[in-house]
Nanobody, 127 residues
Framework: QVQLVESGGGLVQAGGSLRLSCAAS????????MGWVRQPPGKERELVAA????????SYADSVKGRFTIARDNAKRTGYLQMNSLKPEDTAVYYC????????????????????WGQGTQVTVSS
């Protein structure tokens, strides 16, 4: 089992920045992929960024490319999502998610590819 705890959400004006953190504990040696997933009010979950835990190029949803950056610090067992140039449409609950199974990378481009989830952190962007 892997436990994930997100932090860093909040209220920010459009154009501002936030950095989300995801602290992992438990069987962290088993993490293969980490993703950040968001769920806007009344909408489906959307995978916004993903990265292989032990190295590799990150991937991003088109809606956040050039504005969001995913990173991880293996020594600290922590993942990050740096969000710049925020827009009101970025308002959502943001979840950190991980998976140990070593699936093909394409599987991790969807929220359904992840087995472990944090509790989520609210990000609200005002116009």
């Amino acid at each position: 089992q892997v436990q994930l705890v997100e932090s860093g959400g909040g209220l920010v004006q459009a154009g501002g920045s936030l950095r989300l953190s995801c602290a992992a504990s438990g069987r962290t040696f088993s993490i293969y992929y980490m993703g950040w997933v968001r769920q806007p009010p009344g909408k489906e979950r959307e995978l916004v960024a993903a990265i292989r835990w032990n190295g590799g190029s990150p991937s991003y949803a088109d809606s956040v490319k050039g504005r969001f950056t995913i990173a991880r610090d293996n020594a600290k067992r922590t993942g990050y999502l740096q969000m710049n140039s925020l827009k009101p449409e970025d308002t959502a609950v943001y979840y950190c998610a991980t998976d140990p199974r070593g699936l093909p990378g394409i599987m991790y481009s969807r929220a359904s590819g992840y087995n472990y989830w944090g509790q989520g952190t609210q990000v609200t962007v005002s116009s």
